[in-house]
């Protein structure tokens, strides 16, 4: 999905701190108490190719097919282009109906026009914790099977 902002001037990696991280990767850790689903975020400046083909790539890149339930969810955002797409694993896939994410991704889009990047993404990490609290519970002895660490691909822009 590509979203607009109104200022298009701004550089979100000089905008981007280190309290922004730390929420991302704590917006992480409390979903994955809520679900056995492994959440990962991924930023970069520019997607040169098809979004989803590209989102794809990072999701097998970053080995997030690996989980025992199959069940990684990505985030991938390129900041500068402006584009963003939510990545389930078949896992889960298999078990939520199409359309799953549109509630998610909106919410999150509501936050990018604005500007508000790393907040849309806490917002949406928390309601991707929610929404798969059903499908895929957090059993005790639950395994971080992927970091919570945000992933970085390039700050230039680039092909
Ligand atoms: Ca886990
Ligand atoms: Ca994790």
Redesign the pocket.
């Known amino acids: 999905m590509s979203f607009n902002a109104k200022n298009e001037k701004m550089n979100f990696w000089e905008e981007f701190t280190d309290e922004h991280k730390a929420g991302i990767k704590r917006a ?2 409390v979903a ?1 108490m809520n679900t056995s689903g ?3 975020v991924h930023l970069e400046n520019s997607c040169k190719t098809d979004l989803f083909d590209r989102a794809a790539d990072i999701f097998a890149k970053l080995e997030m097919h690996k989980t025992k339930l199959r069940n990684g969810i990505l985030f991938y955002v390129a900041v500068n282009d402006r584009k963003f797409a939510i990545i389930g694993d078949v896992g889960i896939n298999q078990k939520v109906p199409t359309g799953f994410w549109d509630e998610t991704m909106e919410a999150v889009l509501n936050y990018f026009r604005m500007n508000q990047i790393p907040e849309g993404l806490m917002e949406g990490i928390r309601m991707a914790g929610e929404q798969l609290k059903e499908q895929f519970p957090y059993e005790m002895g639950d395994v ?5 660490e945000i992933s970085y691909g390039s700050r230039e822009d680039e092909i």
């Open positions: 992480i850790e994955e492994e959440i990962r971080d099977e992927l970091t919570n």
